[in-house]
């Protein structure tokens, strides 16, 4: 079924008619109203995807890819500590795209604003003839924002959950056609349909006083040489600590890589990085643990030696050089 | 120069430090941080650029796609009576670019961004396989938003310049390879730098009170029908009100196409189309004059017939069809 753009707009507008926040005007005039938020600061951010880049249509499905294009933008906002409130869509799109497809894809990205209360209040629709491209603009708002580079020596390393599962559902997505394995499915989901740690992110940055967050979605490997550059010293990442899941394990097994590998250098996890001294990250952790059902967990520690990226194993300690991806 | 992305964002920091408005944070952490607008209301509005859809690399110099890019989203400010304040830049760039082009692009954007007081505070810069896509996400404030639905019987269209100048600037583009005309020159310019009525805007919306704005850039024939369809009603345009540049009859004339049809169909004039009652029309006119040295010119008349556009020329009336540019 071809794609008129007056059929996308009122698509658009039947999906997307939330008022879960501060909106007065949304989809249909020349920009989105707002009343302005009650918050001491305002988020700004967006994120752009790419079909071959960053997705691969045949490979994810349209709800989730609606899902995740926002998502995306959540964690970013989660990562300084702020709540989510409006975000604008901006879709190129082409005859590869029907008016199922873009249903699905609606329908999915409604869902993560309607779970994590965000309200979408306009954008922008195009033809874009080679590549399906989406862009999120997100706004949001704290009292407290969290930054990158206020951290000192002897600070810890902490993380809000496993890593590398994004990068193990990659590689099943590259190299497993079908009957996929439990473990598989497992590492998909978290591949395709991320959850930004919100809530996480809202309490960490309301209880701890000296704290630097980010999340994890560059790789831990680049998250923490950011960090690390930001206030000037090295890290020391202990590779017993990084958590990684069983299926991770599995599926680096069959890939015939190092699970830290796929925990140090896969990128999309979405998992909120921490530093702070370890006094707080003890402080908090019981109310962590009994209000989330999971654990803060420590993986490493902030180093005098400047840029100086360690992976600390079993018998010996390693430099560690970046082996990121890399599109440019 | 093959660009690197920590060239890039080193490159966007080194334009983008401005702090006109309400920043906090810019480029550099998980999000921008601002401090909240003072205003009642405040705007958001994205646009999306895709090479060869909206621009052509080799026939807009970069510093004019830059200045461009961000001009369309302070149009749509504008026209809702707004002032802007803080833009993100999504970029999907590949080798087609090199580290000088981006520099004039920056460049031009950051020209723009002066002009007309906004801040350049975060973004994303991707890769993208095939077309180069820009999106800009900009934020404004104001404490009167201007919608578009608001129109009764009997009420004026306005517009507070001429009509048609871009499309003839991309027919130039489009149709002659070098040896350009002063006529041409002068479209060409029209159509590859506006210069979004942010002042006038203001001060239309300051001292009208029962106003509805647009910007034209979607065509004269396409922004009074989303007019109409908005307020049910329909509109007579007089031809000869409808102020046409003798640069544009001059290029319509080698084009063999009549003047009135760059001016109805062409689009990206971003000027401003009013509705208003010819009372406050007549009341406003000679300070707007006295700020401006130009005036509003009264082009048509909004009728009872529902959703009809009709042409008034010397002879006689005829109703309009859609002859816009459709990409779906």
Redesign the interface.
Same mark, same amino acid.
Not at 2 to 5: G, Q, S, V
Not at 29 to 50: G, H, R
């Given at each position: 079924m071809? =794609?008129?753009?007056e059929d996308?707009i009122l698509l658009a507008k039947s999906f997307f008619n939330t008022n879960l926040n501060?909106l007065?005007?949304g989809i249909g005039?020349?920009?989105?109203?707002?009343?302005?938020?009650?918050?001491?600061?305002?988020?700004?951010?967006?994120? !752009? =995807?790419?079909e071959?880049?960053?997705f691969i249509l045949k490979k994810i499905t349209p709800y989730n890819l609606g899902w995740k294009a926002l998502a995306v933008n959540i964690s970013?906002?989660a990562? !300084?500590g702020?709540i989510p409130t409006?975000a604008?869509?901006?879709?190129?799109?082409n005859n590869k795209i029907d008016y199922f497809w873009l249903e699905m894809f609606y329908q999915g990205m409604k869902d993560c604003a309607l779970e994590y209360s965000v309200d979408i209040?306009?954008?922008?629709t195009?033809?874009?003839?080679?590549?399906i491209?989406i862009?999120i603009?997100?706004?949001?708002?704290t009292d407290k924002?969290i930054?990158?580079n206020k951290i000192k020596n002897n600070y810890i390393l902490a993380t809000t959950g496993e890593l590398g599962n994004s990068y193990a559902g990659l590689w099943v997505l590259q190299n497993i056609k079908n009957n996929f394995s439990e473990d598989e499915l497992f590492c998909l989901e978290k591949h395709s349909k991320p959850k930004p740690r919100l809530k996480e992110g809202n309490f960490i940055s309301s209880n701890i006083q000296n704290l630097s967050m980010?999340?994890s979605s560059d790789s831990l490997y680049t998250t923490v040489k950011i960090l690390c550059e930001q206030s000037n010293l090295g890290i020391k990442i202990f590779e017993k600590m990084v958590p990684i899941s069983e299926q991770t394990k599995a599926i680096a097994n069959k890939a015939n890589i190092k699970p830290i590998d796929f925990a140090l250098y896969g990128g999309e996890d979405y998992e909120l990085i921490l530093a702070l001294p370890k006094q707080e990250f003890d402080n908090i952790q019981d109310e962590y643990i009994r209000i989330f059902s999971s654990k803060l967990i420590c993986i490493g520690e902030f180093i005098e030696s400047s840029n100086e990226i360690t992976l600390v194993t079993k018998n010996k300690s390693k430099k560690l050089k970046d082996k990121s991806f890399?599109?440019?």
């Open positions: 071809k =794609l008129k753009e996308i501060n007065v005007k005039d020349d920009t989105a109203v707002l009343k302005p938020l009650k918050t001491d600061y305002e988020l700004f951010t967006s994120d !752009m =995807l790419i071959d880049v960053h970013d906002v990562s !300084m702020g409006c604008t869509l901006s879709l190129g799109l209040v306009g954008g922008d195009v033809y874009s003839p080679n590549s491209v862009n603009s997100l706004l949001g708002g924002p930054y990158r980010i999340d890399k599109h440019f």
